[in-house]
C-alpha cells in the first residue's frame, strides 16, 4: 500500500461526488498530510435542448452533499462545470450508439474524455501533485519504474473494467486509495472516524438517467421509434420490433414473440432495421474482433498473446487468444465458453490482477 507518489505529495486534487467512496479518499488523504482540493463535477448541462431529460434535481443534492463532505473533512472544495464535454464525449455517444443498435459503455469513455481529463486540468491549475477518485481499482509501480493499472483488493467491488481506456501518463498521476480496502471497511470508518452524514448506498449505473435507457432514447430522438421485423436465422418474421434502439443482443425478456422454448436477441441488423433471434446455443461464438484498441502501456505485450477477458463489468473472465490485425484492432479467440458479447461494449484484457488494456466489441467470429 505504501506509495512514493503520497509520501512525497504536498498537494491533492480530489473528485468529489457526494458519495461514501469518493468522501474516503479524500479523508484517507488529509490524514496522510496531504493538502486536498475537493472538485464536484457538474455533468449535465442546464441549458441545453437536452436538459429536461436530465436529473438536475440529483446532481443538486449530490452537490450539496460533496459540499458538506469537504466541509466535514475540512479541506477546500470547488465547483467545476463539464457540462458540454460531457454532453458531446457521453450523453451523444451513448444515445448514437443505441440507435447504430449497439450496447454502449458510457464509463469507459466518460473516465478518460471527461472525469480524468478534467481532474488532471484542475491539478495543473493548483499545481497538485497527485488526483485521485473513489474508484476501486489500484495504480502499482512495475518493476521497470511504469506505471500500470490493478484489479482492487476487494474484487467484488473492482472497477478496473471500466477503467481500461486510461494511459500510462494520466496513471502517473492517479492514486486510488479505495482500492486497497474492503467497502465493508471504508463505510465503517466513514460512519466512526469522520460521523460523516448519511449516503445513498451505490451509484446509479448510467447517471444521466433516472428512467429506463429505452425512455430516455424514445424523449431525445423520438424518430428512432421505427417498427420493423424481428426475424428467426432462416429468414422466417416472427414479430415486429418497436425500435432497434430498445434492444440489446442477449435479451430474452421484453420479445413480445411466443415460439414454444426461449429465444434471444443475438444480432441486430441496424441497416435493414431488423431484430434476429436465435437460441441459447447461438450466443456463444468462437471469438470477436475488436476496435479502438487502447493499451495502457502504450502498446500491446505481443502481436500475438494469451490472457483473460471480460466482455461485460459483471462477466466472468475467460481464456483467450489476441491476434493484433493493426494498431487499432485485434481478434480474441476464446478458449472457455462466453455467452453473448455484445458490440458497442468493451472487451478488457487481463495479465492475472494486471490490466493490460482493451477495444471495443464490433463483430463475432
Known sequence: MNDERVERAQ????????????????????????????????????NSSISRLLPLNRQQINLERARVVAETIGIDFRVVDVSNNFETEVINYFVNEYLKGRTPNPCTFCNPKVKFSELLNVA??????IVATGHYAKVIQTKNQSFA??????????????????????????????GFFYKKDIKERIKNEIKLLSFETESQEVCFISTTYQEFIKKFYPESLKPGPIILK?????????????????????????????????????????????????????????????FIAGKP???NFPCKVKVRYRAKEISCLVNLLSKDRAEIKFLEKCLFPAPGQSAVLYDGNLVLGGG??????
Open 149 to 178: 493499472l490493478s484489479k482492487a483488493e476487494d474484487k467484488s467491488k473492482d472497477q478496473s473494467y471500466y477503467l481500461y481506456r486510461l494511459s500510462e501518463a494520466m496513471l502517473k498521476k492517479i492514486y486510488f486509495p479505495n
Open 360 to 365: 471495443i466489441i464490433e463483430k463475432w467470429l
Open 124 to 129: 495543473k491549475d493548483e499545481k497538485a501533485d
Open 301 to 303: 505485450p505481443n502481436t
Open 11 to 46: 498537494k491533492a486534487v480530489v473528485a468529489l461526488s457526494g458519495g461514501v467512496d469518493s468522501a474516503f479518499a479524500a479523508y484517507f488523504l488529509k490524514e496522510k498530510g496531504v493538502k486536498v482540493t475537493g472538485v464536484f463535477f457538474k455533468m449535465f448541462p442546464e
Open 234 to 294: 432462416d429468414g422466417t418474421i416472427v414479430g415486429e420490433h418497436s425500435g432497434i434502439a430498445f434492444y440489446t443482443v442477449g435479451q430474452r425478456k421484453g420479445l413480445k414473440v411466443s415460439l414454444g422454448r426461449k429465444y434471444y436477441v443475438i444480432k441486430i441488423d441496424a441497416k435493414n432495421n431488423t431484430i434476429i433471434l436465435g437460441t441459447e446455443d447461438d450466443l456463444s461464438p468462437s471469438g470477436i474482433e475488436v476496435s479502438n484498441l487502447n
